[in-house]
């Protein structure tokens, strides 16, 4: 049994976890559940042993490896160098290409991760470099393996793999602690639940049989109310707003269409186009216009693109939560001086603090924020420049139950004002709570559209994977 017991850790004034005691069992999954900012990256750092706690005790906690929530890949390396970053294989005083072949390859394609050992990691796509720091760790064979949020930007097919592999170890004797807002997910794999809110231990390991998703979710918010989505307007013909030549389709006024494929199906190169970082491509016109032909330029357009990469596109970690949000609004924002315009962002990133439960302050630097509430900060900078066009690529990456809701509602009712909404999601129920309609991707080609009646998890998931 492995244990910790009375972890307590502050960054200032802010107590990020209180008296926490948490036992894992060898050869059995363990999951950490809890709303954004609850603390769950702080525990798992300090049970890895990346983070020191201010108070409390660890024992047993021997060949730790960690999933860490934010990658650690590092982009310049190849694949190779990124799995064994400190002690390379070595034959005599030669790194030895082959032994790491031989001991990587098997690990690496058990996660469905297929990629050639020398390609540099900077340019594998999001869910790739998420494969690649699951196989780092497990390369290390630990004998305590923590996750956390490993499947983020995993498309179902990886998360089926990963769990699979997760089933394994635990067979063998491993004990996995499990971290993630896909609750569904959490239920199926871990034997053990533990809850946090606010830093404290409000569930303490109760076995899953004995919970239900709502009884984990009320754990987790307490009594505060989840938003639905209003029951959208049944879809009507609208003049079309963004028309995409190349594979043909349109998106009309106030429509929100998915974006749905495989990886390398091609969708997520529209989205590229239509925000300005593919120049070109699928010959794209918005508003009857060409599309940007920068990121610049299409920030300038308007066009509001929430990545689930936050920390390559969407936001200057370095900077505080105001500048960030107010960062869009802000080029449009020429009147009153410097004061007085920081007053109003200042009062405008209090408002979307509300709205979107960020955990946080105006001026707290967003590299101090935990994950989730790092990601509602990408999406706050927009709604206050009023977009004429959301391009949305996994918007909720990270983000809890409570405020994947609130943003799915803020989603739905730009929509209903008229704007038009572009979204892709490795999260297909994401897919199916907002589209009006679905169009599936494959090499380049959209190989089928769902209507709103059509959609669910299931259908798509056939129509994604037909004929591959
Ligand atoms: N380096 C830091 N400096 C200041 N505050 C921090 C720092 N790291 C974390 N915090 C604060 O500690 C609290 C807990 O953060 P933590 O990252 O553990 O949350 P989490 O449960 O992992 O959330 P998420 O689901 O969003 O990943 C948050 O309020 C966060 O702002
Ligand atoms: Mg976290």
Known sequence: MLRATGLTRRYGGVTALSEVDIALRPGEVHAVVGENGAGKSTLVK?????????????????????????????????????????????????????????????????????????????????????????????????????????????????????MAVLRRLVSRGVAVLYVSHFLEEVLRIASRITVLRDGHVVLAGVDVQSVNLDGVVEAMLGDRVVASVA???????????????????AVGEGEIVGLAGLQGAGHLEVLAALSGRAPGHGRVHIGGRPAPRSVRAAVRAGIAFVPSDRKRYGLMLDKPLWQNTSAVAWLGAGHGGWWL??????????????????????????????????????????????????VLDD??????????????????????????????????????????????????????????????????????????
């Open 46 to 162: 300090i049970l890895s042993g990346v983070l020191r706690p201010d108070a409390g005790v660890l024992s047993g906690f021997d060949g730790v490896a960690l999933v860490a929530q934010e990658l650690t890949v590092f982009p310049d390396l190849t694949v190779a160098e990124n799995l064994f970053p400190l002690a390379p294989p070595r034959r005599g005083p030669l790194v030895s290409r082959r032994r790491m072949a031989q001991l990587a390859v098997p690990v690496l394609g058990e996660l469905g991760l297929t990629v050639p050992l020398d390609t540099p990691a900077g340019t594998l796509s999001l869910a790739d470099q998420q494969l690649l720091e699951i196989g780092r760790a497990l390369l290390r064979n630990p004998s305590v393996l923590i996750l956390d949020e490993p499947t983020s930007a995993l498309p179902a097919e990886a998360v089926a793999r990963l």
């Open 231 to 249: 029951s959208r307007p049944a879809p009507r013909s609208r003049p079309p707003a963004v028309v995409v030549e190349e594979p043909a389709f």
């Open 341 to 390: 315009r920081r007053r109003a962002h200042g009062a405008a990133a209090r408002a979307l603090i509300t709205r979107l439960r960020i955990r946080g302050a105006p001026d707290d630097l967003v590299n101090t924020l935990s994950g989730g509430n790092q990601q509602k900060v990408v999406f706050a900078k927009w709604l206050e420049a009023n977009p004429r066009l959301l």
């Open 395 to 468: 918007p909720t990456r990270g983000v809890d139950v409570g405020a994947r809701a609130e943003m799915h509602a803020v989603i739905a009712s730009l929509a209903d004002a008229g704007k038009p909404v572009v979204l892709a999601s490795t999260d297909l129920a994401e897919l199916c709570e907002l589209c009006d309609r679905v169009l599936v991707f494959q090499r380049g080609r959209v190989v089928a559209r769902l209507t709103r009646a059509e959609l669910s998890e299931r259908a798509l998931s056939v129509a994604m994977n037909a004929g591959t």
